[in-house]
């Protein structure tokens, strides 16, 4: 296919500008119309993924189903267990998530609460290397803070008993405060709970701090919903500086956490600062998403560092999925690819 043949057939005037202009012009033209378009497209199924109306349909196509099956392990515990048997053969590590979000009465948060119970004793009988991690708001955080800190309580102590361990994920930003006084609340009670800190929040290095202070174990990612920007920096390498100045913050501090990305220039930052500081790799793991950037993962197993994957399950997993497909474009493409009929899609060659 010539080069600008595709520029030619989605975007003639694009095609044109970029047919006037000197190789260097033309870098910037692509590079800020590339950009620009990322961002609207993120925006857009960043927005879609919290439409309620769109998720039975989305979740009922038979190749929607198919293609989240990347993401997502199944819709049962036996299928999450599965995929952390097989993970854990590869020297993986594994974090089970039963998806769920802002239930809507409180039958529904103490039911995801004693599914939630049922987890440990199985991870347990199946001699599984893995922990769990949850939402608040699938525990009825939006219904009553007291509701929901009584069952994750409950949860944490039921995990303590099995020796195992609880992460709080961290939703949007109107949830942070309140899942950070939770995380606090709970981690005077009981060690074995940690949360999650969102690196493209202003007040993320705030929270990191105060989190430390108690002796909370934090998983560090870069954030995945649409926050406004006064509230997260907008910019891309801004939220990439934030990060690695908030893993260079948890690492020294002896307490175990989790460096959770896919992006490898955060991922080398993070290998040349232990390095560099001489942390045992044994101090820290890398997480993961289940079903992307696998070549990575095998690449940091090769090297001999601790990886942990997040293993979502269940029938809700509609927001989920559509966070999945706004944070990288080859994850739109490989969803839109299998939209199209066999016979509609370009030949590669």
Known sequence: MPKNSLLGSKNSAFASLAAQSPDHELSIVLHTHIGASCFLMRSFLLHLSENKRLAPLIINNSVSRRVARRFVAGETLDDAVEAARNLNRE??????????????DEAGARRAAENYLSIFGRIELEKLDANVSLKLTQLGLDLSEALCQELLEKIVAHATTHGNFVRIDMEGSAYTERT????????????????????YLYRAEKD????????????????AYQEPPDVAFPKKSDVDANYVKLMKLILPSGIYH???????????????????????????????LYGIRTDLQQQLVREGYRLRIYIPYGTD?????????????????????????????????
């Not at 020297?91 to 809507?104: F, H, I, T």
């Not at 896919?262 to 232990?274: E, L, R």
Request: some cysteine; charged content about 25%; overall charge positive.
């Open 317 to 349: 997993w509609f927001p989920y999925f559509m966070r999945r497909l706004a944070e990288r474009p080859a994850n739109l493409t490989f969803f839109l690819r299998n939209l199209l009929p066999r016979s509609s899609q370009p030949s590669s060659s």
């Open 180 to 199: 950070v006084e939770l995380t606090k609340r709970v981690r005077a009670k009981f060690s074995g709970v940690g949360t999650v800190m969102q690196a």
């Open 208 to 223: 990191v701090l105060d989190l430390l202070a108690v002796g909370c174990r934090l998983r560090l990612c870069k954030g």
């Open 258 to 288: 989790g460096i959770a990305t896919h992006d490898p220039a955060m991922i080398d930052a993070t290998k040349a600062f232990v390095r560099e500081k001489n942390i045992n790799r044994e101090q820290f793991e890398f997480q993961m």
């Open 91 to 104: 020297m993986r590590l594994a974090s089970l998530d039963l998806l769920g979000e802002n239930v809507s």
